[in-house]
């Protein structure tokens, strides 16, 4: 056997609600996958009276084995899955609970060395590896008094995380609420006898967390294919309408109280934690992406609302995840940790289907951009609150009750009701708002002054004019979104529409050329650019993409690769009343340079907005 990857996710996941290991292996080829011989039944036998189902292949071998050895080294483990890999009959996903991460990785290297000489007929002794690992176990253990403290936080439910720097050297709790200890506040606990520093340790987080608090600030985490960062935006202006300092981690970076803390694309896992860890933070709203869930977990073990736009084809192909169905499954970790209500699109059957995986007691709201909807009908006579659009209006269903919030021609960011992706992102903020205790007046408020900008909302929906030619600029990079703004455009436009795209490269070719496809039917001319290859040769991207357009469209299109050179020839084609539009540019800033020299005051006031 050979490892291909591992990883460690440190969050609730795909494969359980604790920590575990998550390791890709590859068995050898020129052994057959299954029976394992009785040589493995014996081993497992003599570890832990442990069996295999008959089908079992040497990945459930080496993942018993693995289990075993961390607990004959006195580290529990509770969870153990092995999973084939899409169309590769000899790669598995093996996930693997664990307390301690080395003693994990080096009962898993163990454990497959052993089952390699299993399967090999070769005699297989497990004293050394327990041996090996038992010592291990005896270093870096917690003493007394981190053990205690970590005992009465987990009682009370108290977040408890340790810190990069060696002081201080734990948090407990999240945000504002949160409060920190020092060695020295350990350091005594650790001299006392072991009930003694329990006992201590109870009593002092009831001083520090009185009347049952357990240290957490409100979180709000967004999740779906497309519409993330903008409905985590929406939500964190109103929050600090209602003057929470509210900490927001998006694709465009880390904001706590408006300002930026760190910048790039904070959608995973030490993003959450790094906005959860900021002491001025009231309150926190969590873009929460794929990537991050798949690579560390959730940066939280649980959020009071979770909100799920949406389901599409994106990513697939990538870390095990080869169908919207298992895409759909990945992004069900955000909806699961939901502990008071979960905001579900009520036209999208994936997000519709986490219902019934909600913890007990938590709401569901729905949202919908179609007030007939036949799920949002049932939810509605069955009492159930929603947030959806009727004769332009945004409405509000609770407790029987219907009534208008805001007609959605009043709110800037759907550009006078062309941007109906942004209404759609509206009813989900607004409803998340209302499943965290907060009155729809608060959503109106912030829905009728949020501004989708390059200052508040970059590279989403952002509407520029030079020279009398319109330029909108988004960062779509699937084909939904992609569709999506097609329709925003031809909406806006009077003209002929133009368009300067891209995708990244590391997806699928079917993708590539589904992305053409909507391009090629939706735009008059098209130029394809390259920017993130992503392991593709230079101009692969590109003539996929122009593969897919030729089949459905038939205007002027061709591939430049240079962002700049791309924005310049398409500007050059454009009348007054024509429409150009930017998508999946990593900044304004491509655009602003080729501006400045034929549009210098429409250049500046760009520049403006992004600084």
């Known amino acids: 056997m050979k490892l291909l990857e591992l990883r460690f996710l440190r969050g609730p996941n795909r494969y359980a609600r604790q920590p575990c290991l998550m390791a890709v292996i590859e068995l050898d080829h020129g052994l057959p996958a299954s029976p394992l011989p009785a040589a493995a039944t014996l081993l497992l036998s003599a570890l832990a009276g442990q069996a295999l189902p008959r089908d079992a292949t040497p990945a459930h071998l080496a993942g018993a084995l693995a289990q075993c050895l961390q607990r004959a080294a006195g580290c529990t483990t509770g969870f153990r899955s092995v999973q084939q890999e899409h169309g590769l009959p000899h790669r598995c996903r093996l996930a ?44 870096h253990v917690a003493g007394p008094g981190a053990a205690a403290i970590n005992r009465a936080a987990l009682a009370r439910r108290i977040p408890s995380q340790p810190l990069s720097a060696p002081e201080p050297l734990c948090q407990l709790g999240w945000g504002s609420r949160q409060h920190r200890l020092h060695a020295a506040d350990v350091a005594e606990l650790d001299r006392m006898p072991a009930q003694a520093a329990r006992q201590t340790a109870s009593a002092l987080l009831d001083t520090l967390f009185p009347s049952g608090s357990d240290g957490r600030i409100p979180v709000i985490a967004v999740a779906g294919t497309n519409g993330k960062t903008t409905t985590t935006r929406m939500i964190g202006h109103a929050l600090r309408l209602a003057g929470l300092r509210t900490g927001i981690a ?74 919207v169905a298992e895409l759909a499954e990945v992004k069900s970790v955000v909806a699961r940790s939901a502990r008071r209500a979960a905001v579900l699109n009520a036209e999208d059957g994936h997000c519709v289907a986490m219902r019934t995986r909600l913890g007990r007691g938590v709401e569901a709201i729905y949202f919908s951009m179609d007030h007939a909807a036949p799920v949002l009908l049932r939810h509605l006579a069955e009492g159930g609150r929603a947030v959806y659009l009727k004769e332009g209006r945004m409405m509000l269903a609770s407790q029987g009750q219907f009534d208008p919030l805001l007609d959605v021609k009043s709110m800037p960011a759907a550009l006078g009701g062309h941007a109906m992706h942004n209404v759609a992102n509206a009813l989900a903020a607004t409803a998340a708002l209302i499943g965290a205790g907060h009155a729809p007046e608060l959503a109106v408020a912030a829905l009728s002054s949020f501004v989708s900008d390059a200052a508040g909302n970059p590279l989403r929906a952002n509407l520029f004019e030079a020279g009398g030619i319109a330029i909108l600029v988004d960062y779509a990079h699937n084909s939904a979104a992609c569709a999506s703004l097609v329709k925003m455009a031809r909406s806006l436009c009077s003209g002929r529409l133009r368009a300067v795209v891209t995708v990244p490269g590391d997806r699928r070719d079917c993708d590539l050329a589904d992305i053409g496809r909507v391009c090629g039917a939706g735009f008059d001319e098209l130029l394809v650019y390259e920017a993130e290859p992503r ?77």
């Open 96 to 139: 693997l609970g664990y307390q301690r991460e080395e003693l994990a990785e080096s009962a898993l290297e163990y454990a497959m060395q052993l089952a390699d000489h299993v399967m090999q007929g070769q005699a297989a002794d497990a004293g050394p590896a327990l041996s090996s690992l038992r010592l291990l176990a005896k270093q």
């Open 250 to 323: 998006t694709t465009e970076g880390i904001h706590v109280d408006g300002q930026r803390i760190d910048e790039g694309d904070c959608t995973g896992y030490w993003s959450a934690r790094m906005v959860l860890e900021a002491a001025q933070a009231d309150a926190a709203v969590l873009e929460t992406a794929r990537g991050g869930l798949l690579k560390r977990g959730l940066g939280f073990d649980r959020c009071d609302v979770a909100v799920m736009l949406n389901v599409s084809a994106d990513h697939l192909g990538m870390d095990g995840v080869h169908t």
């Open 535 to 611: 392991g593709r040769p230079p101009g692969d991207t590109a003539s996929r993409l122009l593969a897919g357009a030729r089949e459905s469209g038939a205007g002027w299109m061709e591939a430049e690769p240079d962002v700049r050179e791309a924005l310049a020839r398409m500007l050059a084609r454009c009348q007054p009343g024509d429409m150009l539009v930017f998508t999946c540019g990593g900044s304004l800033d491509d655009l602003i340079a080729v501006l400045r020299p034929l549009f210098p005051v429409a250049a500046q006031a760009i520049a403006r907005q992004v600084k």
